[in-house]
């Protein structure tokens, strides 16, 4: 069975610029979750998206939204980019269910922003 | 603010011997608890998950979980050097909204 996959794995942009990221989930899960890793705050939640629906959301500014299509892969967009938005930024899937909640990461997408 | 919390570390062991690895987490009504390893430069690769006091062995590895006392640990027996990463303890408190520690750096020497 594949696992979760992301694009881009780099990605270079300026400020103030937007990017999005894309994240393909485990065959079967529905849940997609979204995380920032940076050396300073370490792995960070984002949002979780189940069924197309943003069902739970991180403390987070509104520039990073995202959203889940009904084949659930799913997308995460930052606008107006900011130095600190430079990091690692992993995606993960699973089940969605009440004990069936383990989560599998992607490679993520290594964001640097100039 | 649920916390996760873990020594940094680096915690160096030799080849062969049992690494310890523990995790406090700040929310009792935490329901499930997990253990990823993540090699430098990787993402996080689940090594184990525990959802009921007590220990749960999956090979070299055992996950004892502690909810009077907030605690988890991952032992890991006959530590070899491709063991040496990061290791992360993450709890579930609600919903699928994952909490992790700042990781643990184990070092096994040869």
């Known amino acids: 069975k594949a696992g979760v996959t992301q694009t881009p794995r780099y990605l270079i942009k300026t400020r103030g610029q937007q990017v999005t990221l894309s994240c393909s989930p485990i065959?079967?899960?529905?849940?997609v979750s979204w995380y920032q890793q940076t050396p300073g705050q370490g792995l960070q939640f984002l949002f979780e998206?189940?069924?197309?629906?943003?069902?739970n959301k991180g403390n987070f500014p509104g520039r990073f939204s995202g959203r889940q299509f009904s084949n659930s892969r799913s997308e995460m967009n930052v606008s107006t980019l900011e130095l600190g938005d430079s990091a690692l930024y992993l995606c993960?899937?699973?089940?969605?269910?009440?004990?069936?909640?383990?989560?599998?990461f992607g490679p993520g997408t290594r964001l640097l922003v100039l | 603010q649920k916390e996760v919390e873990q020594n940094s570390g680096p915690l160096s062991v030799p080849e062969g011997a049992i690494a310890s690895l523990n995790c406090t987490y700040s929310?009792?009504?935490?329901?499930?608890f997990f253990w990823y390893r993540q090699y430098s430069g990787k993402s996080p690769e689940l090594i184990m998950f525990?959802?009921?006091?007590g220990d749960k062995e999956d090979g070299r590895f055992t996950a004892q979980l502690n909810k009077a006392s907030q605690y988890v640990s991952l032992l890991i027996r006959d530590s070899q050097p491709s063991d040496s990463a990061t290791y992360l303890c993450?709890?579930?408190?609600?919903?699928?909204?994952?909490?992790f520690g700042g990781g643990t750096r184990l070092m096994v020497k040869p």
């Open positions: 065959s079967g899960h529905r849940s």
């Open positions: 998206y189940f069924s197309e629906t943003q069902r």
């Open positions: 525990i959802y009921s006091n």
């Open positions: 993450a709890v579930n408190n609600a919903g699928n909204m994952l909490t």
């Open positions: 929310d009792r009504g935490s329901q499930s």
């Open positions: 993960a899937s699973s089940r969605g269910h009440p004990d069936q909640e383990t989560q599998y």
